[in-house]
Nanobody
């Protein structure tokens, strides 16, 4: 079973930056999702096992960057130019197998293991 631990959330003003980290007990395809109160869980970004392929939601493209350090088994989400609408609880998740080559990387059901989440609040 893969264990995930997120960190790096907090309160930031609009236009500011935060970097989220997700420490994993193994090396797998990883995604970041977010969920705001009263809304469905939303795909943010994903990265392949090797780190060579990344995916982004249109709403964060150009502002967020997903990356990984495979020595530390840690995936990062660098969030720049934050907006109040980015306020949500952010969770990382992994697929059942280390290598995922499907096209449903944006669906929560594709992932099996989830972290506990970290809150990001962007003030206007």
């Amino acid at each position: 079973q893969v264990q995930l631990v997120e960190s790096g959330g907090g309160l930031v003003q609009a236009g500011g930056s935060l970097r989220l980290s997700c420490a994993a007990s193994g090396r797998t395809f990883m995604g970041w999702f977010r969920q705001a109160p009263g809304k469905e869980r939303e795909f943010v970004a994903a990265i392949s096992w090797s780190g060579g392929t990344t995916y982004y939601a249109d709403s964060v493209k150009g502002r967020f960057t997903i990356s990984r350090d495979n020595v530390k088994n840690t995936v990062y989400l660098q969030m720049n130019s934050l907006k109040p609408e980015d306020t949500a609880n952010y969770s990382c998740a992994t697929t059942p197998s280390a290598i995922y080559t499907g096209s449903a990387y944006y669906r929560p059901a594709t992932y099996r293991y989830w972290g506990q989440g970290t809150q990001v609040t962007v003030s206007s």
